[in-house]
């Protein structure tokens, strides 16, 4: 048989359940796991199992299941919600999105490590190999939800504009809201429904809006509109309870690649690649690929990105001014990286005049000496810094 397992967030890579279902899995046949989620990336480097687990593509849960269709027998969605119900909630939203439901088994593992794990068919030819899933890994069998439509597209008789509702589920009052890796409100309640109208976020029913996260995430004066129903939607912390697996598991940055020095000082005359990761933290690995040192822009973008290119061994100078949502758990920033902490409001103006000034416009560019980079950063910011952190 073989099997194909869509992985879905780092909660159940960092309790080392993921582990525990691969290897039971692999009892029945040739085993296939894959995960999308720039978090359950780190996860699975903490864990040591990328060489088991694919991370090399960034897809969603849906898509992910839709390209296994074509090889697997069996296709497996495993999950660790804040609770059951957001769980199966979840799945229910992912089956819902597939083109073709009934295509091959698909079958939710819903936290197998926790007293409330189950396993949920997500489709009717689940029903023929479930209780045999049932067995090898003892879990009991859930009924499913029925399908939800969460997307309401709907055209303001007002303005004339086109609006689309979007309901969030899974949600816990005080929790961040993100859109497309941006915090754009928090949650008062367990009902929330973010509104747009012609691809701008105009309103968060059950919530309150952050409107400097609003600008971000439209660009600012540059207004781009978003596609609320394709948008990536997340509320909580972007990792929310840290690697269970002992430190000695995890590999050091220095064990990747020898800890940089030239940023130390003026002698060390290094060429490389400088990257700018501006409020896109996400997208770390890929906006990272082949870089000596990057930029980061925001107090959580330089939280994550530092601490995912600490894994990668490259150093960031992150541009920060202090009014972070704290949306993930203790992270690391790589020795040889530098933070400058400036005004209140200001690390999105200077980010804006590194990337046109010393990248030209650019996301990326390679410069004759990083050192010299590093100074030029430092005037740039100069009026505004109001401390410096090298670490």
């Known amino acids: 048989m073989k099997i194909s397992i869509v992985i879905h967030g780092p909660e159940v890579i960092d309790s080392g359940e993921a582990k525990i279902v691969l290897e039971k899995l692999s009892l029945l046949g040739k085993v296939k796991a894959e995960l999308g989620g720039t ?23 849906s898509v992910c299941i839709e390209s296994f269709s074509e090889t697997a027998d069996l ?4 999950n660790r919600g804040k609770t059951f119900e957001t769980g199966r909630i979840f799945g229910s939203k992912v089956a819902s999105r597939l083109k073709e439901p009934e295509k091959k088994p698909l079958i939710q593992i819903e936290s197998p490590g926790c007293s409330f794990g189950k ?24 009924t499913p939800l029925p399908f939800h439509n969460s997307i309401c597209l709907t055209n303001n008789p007002k303005t004339g504009k086109t609006r689309i509702i979007r309901e969030i589920s899974g949600v816990l009052p005080g929790e961040n809201i993100f859109v497309n890796g941006v915090v754009i409100g928090k949650a008062l309640s367990s009902e929330i429904r973010i509104i747009s109208e012609n691809g701008f976020i105009t309103a968060i029913n059950g919530g309150e809006i952050k409107e400097h996260g609003i600008e ?20 909580g912390d972007i990792r929310r309870i840290g690697s269970f697996l002992p430190e000695a598991r995890k590999l050091s940055a220095s064990a990747r690649k020898s800890g940089p020095t030239f940023l130390a000082g003026a002698g060390n005359v290094v060429p490389g690649k400088v990257v700018l990761i501006d409020h896109d933290a996400e997208n770390s690995y890929e906006l990272a690929d082949g870089a000596d040192l990057a930029v980061t822009v925001g107090d959580d ?7 995912i290119l600490y894994r990668l061994g490259i150093p960031i100078i992150g541009i920060i001014d202090g009014d972070g949502d704290n949306i993930t758990c203790g992270t690391n920033t790589l020795p040889g990286s530098l933070i400058l902490r400036l005004e209140p409001g200001r690390d999105d103006i200077v980010g804006r005049r590194v990337k046109q000034k010393l990248l030209k416009g650019q996301d990326s560019a390679v ?9 030029d950063v430092l005037k740039l910011a100069d009026r505004s810094i109001e401390a410096i952190f090298e670490y």
């Open 39 to 61: 978090m359950g990336k780190t996860a699975v480097l903490d864990a040591g199992l990328e060489k088991v687990i694919d991370i090399t593509r960034h897809l969603k849960p």
């Open 216 to 235: 971000k995430l439209h660009n600012y004066e540059k207004r781009d509109p978003v596609d609320l129903a394709g948008a990536w939607i997340k509320s």
């Open 301 to 307: 973008t330089t939280a994550i990105a530092g601490d």
């Open 367 to 375: 410069f004759e000496n990083l050192f010299a980079f590093k100074e």
């Open 119 to 142: 396993l949920i068919p997500l489709n009717k030819k689940a029903e023929k190999c479930i209780e045999k899933l049932s067995k090898l890994l003892g879990l009991p069998v859930e």
């Open 75 to 78: 296709i497996c969605l495993l």
